[in-house]
């Protein structure tokens, strides 16, 4: 009998483990999590954690694992072919035909679905690579091949996206434009599920983080419980002191009348005053300091 799923539940993993042949201990370890419909749920943490693995379950490329895994309604175990009628992937190391260019490459796979395909033309536009759809993938660059990854990913309108560092190789503008693709998708109802080390992509795209230690999943909130839950609140001043400028953190009981700080803001020697608050980087770094 299939599992009960909930309604607006798009994956739901319960005691997922995976070890692989030959290894002493687990790659996956009872890993449990859900992701609902429309969510873009970000899977962090180092490398070696296990986030591969899971990807790899989830997109049916392995099939040896215990635990109950189900996608869209179904258990993984029941899906056929149809699977990727309804699944876009866009890995950090893409599958491409180097010798077409990439209008060429967009047809072709487009011809695999047996449902309608988005317009590669369109497509380009989106990821930034109009000016180059003519042009042979043999000479585009690391930065170019993936967001026409991320093209392809999205051809056959897929319910459910699967990202591995889709800004991998953007300079900061073309990854900001990356990331309003990737929340577009997100808007129109898609469900995202998206696996990188960049903390800007993460902060800026992602409804819910889980932060993966060891094959477990460490800690599971929004971006924003984070931050508040890792934060230590503070006062982060820049002051000129012997013609330098310097930059020093305060705590709460440094902000009174007669402490340090204010006496250096009367002493007119700062410049700027900022709130001190948690950055992903700071929780990446507090969640998973036992691994590292």
């Known amino acids: 009998m299939a599992e009960a799923v909930g309604a607006d539940e798009v994956i739901s993993v319960a005691d997922l483990s995976v070890r692989y042949r030959g290894a002493e201990g687990d790659a996956v370890r009872q890993m449990d999590f859900t992701v609902?419909?429309?969510?873009?749920?970000?899977?962090?943490?180092?490398?070696g954690a296990g986030k591969s693995t899971v990807q790899r379950v989830l997109t049916r490329l392995l099939r040896?694992?215990?635990?109950?895994v189900s996608v869209l309604g179904r258990p993984l175990t029941e899906w056929g072919r149809g699977y990727y009628e309804q699944i876009g992937v866009g890995f950090e190391l893409p599958a491409e035909f180097t010798r077409l260019t990439a209008r060429e490459n967009l047809e072709a796979f487009a011809s695999l679905y047996r449902g309608p395909a988005a317009d590669p033309a369109g497509l380009l536009e989106r990821v930034d690579l109009a000016e180059a759809a003519d042009q042979r993938l043999s000479t585009?660059?690391?930065?170019?091949?993936?967001?026409?990854?991320?093209?392809?990913?999205?051809?056959?309108?897929?319910r459910l996206l699967f990202?591995?560092?889709?800004?991998?190789?953007?300079?900061?503008?073309r990854a900001a434009r990356l990331r309003e693709v990737v929340r577009a998708e997100a808007d129109r109802g898609a469900t995202v599920f998206l696996t990188t080390h960049d903390m800007r992509t993460a902060e800026d795209l992602c409804d819910r983080l889980a932060f993966v230690v060891d094959g477990r999943i460490a800690a599971v909130d929004t971006?924003?419980?984070?931050?508040?839950?890792?934060?230590?609140p503070g006062v982060v001043a820049e002051y000129v002191t012997g013609g330098r400028t310097r930059r020093r953190t305060f705590g709460l009981a440094d902000l009174g009348a007669g402490g340090e700080l204010s006496d250096l803001v009367a002493s007119g020697a700062v410049t700027t005053l900022h709130t001190r608050e948690a950055t992903l980087d700071d929780v990446f770094a507090e969640v998973t300091r036992v691994r590292l």
Do not use: C, I, W
């Open 36 to 47: 609902t419909a429309g969510e873009v749920f970000g899977f962090l943490g180092p490398s």
């Open 163 to 173: 990202l591995d560092e889709p800004t991998s190789g953007q300079d900061p503008v």
């Open 64 to 68: 040896g694992y215990e635990g109950s």
């Open 223 to 232: 971006p924003d419980g984070f931050r508040r839950r890792y934060g230590h």
């Open 140 to 158: 585009f660059s690391k930065g170019m091949r993936m967001r026409l990854s991320l093209a392809r990913a999205l051809l056959n309108r897929p």
